[in-house]
């Protein structure tokens, strides 16, 4: 799915109007005429695909995030999907008034960085990963991760972000991020160490015990990287409906 064969952003074009769309053949924008649609909802469709066009070609993420759903966010992908920082935090707890994030892991380009509690965890360092990223990614992010963030280091997270929980969901892959991992048959080094455990390890950490920051950092790191082979796996199971459809209209 690229952003190029959708058309729910336009208002008047739910999900079955574009399934519609799509079984006529009308998988890309290319393929679109007025004529498909009423004269109301086929002249908006026509004046949002001559300004996203524009908008696609200078890179603006935010453009299509403000217009599609928020559910629909994971079709921004296939576009951007080289300016995509996927983080993961780990915390003393979970409430963001109460608790510290002790690391926190973004990986990029295939390379992942880790900042660390009384290291280098500042505000200026969390901006600096986000910076020139188009869309972020987390499992879980918006309701964790991100007010996390912004409660204990004063950063607004803007990108455009991908909370990899709901596709998930889309495609029946429900539970935790270990689970939905061993459902698609990603491995991981550590495979018994849990959330839970991370706290245990900061802790031990805090205490003397450097090889407990050595694991929970690998935990961490483990957990960003993942996120780029779960966005991989979960958007291709989510393309399958246009893909389907193109191979009807090709038929």
């Known amino acids: 799915m690229r952003i190029e064969n959708s058309f729910i952003p336009v208002r008047g074009v739910g999900e079955e109007t574009e399934r519609r769309l799509w079984r006529d053949g009308v998988t890309r924008w290319e393929a679109f005429e007025p004529s498909h649609l009423g004269p109301t909802t086929g002249e908006r469709v026509e004046e949002f695909i001559a300004t996203a066009w524009e908008r696609l070609d200078d890179g603006d993420a935010g453009f299509f995030a403000e217009r599609f759903p928020q559910g629909s966010h994971w079709r921004l992908y296939e576009n951007f999907r080289s300016d995509v920082c996927y983080f993961d935090i780990e915390t003393t707890g979970l409430s963001p008034e109460r608790d510290r994030v002790t690391t926190v892991s973004f990986h990029r380009d295939g390379e992942t960085t880790t900042l660390v509690r009384g290291e280098n965890l500042t505000a200026d360092a969390i901006e600096r990963q986000f910076a020139g990223a188009s869309l972020v990614a987390t499992f879980n992010g918006k309701r ?107 038929a």
């Open 144 to 250: 964790f991760d991100v007010p996390f963030l912004e409660t204990s280091f004063d950063v607004s997270v803007e990108t455009p972000h991908v909370d990899l929980m709901y596709p998930c969901r889309q495609t029946g892959l429900t539970g935790g991020l270990k689970a939905i991992e061993r459902d698609i048959g990603l491995e991981r080094d550590r495979p018994d160490i849990s959330g839970e455990d991370a706290v245990r390890l900061w802790r031990e950490y805090e205490a003397g015990d450097d090889g407990a920051l050595d694991t929970l950092v690998s935990y961490n790191r483990e957990d960003a990287a993942n996120l780029a082979r779960l966005m991989d796996a979960v958007t291709e199971r989510l393309h399958d409906d246009v893909f389907e459809a193109e191979r009807a209209a090709d």
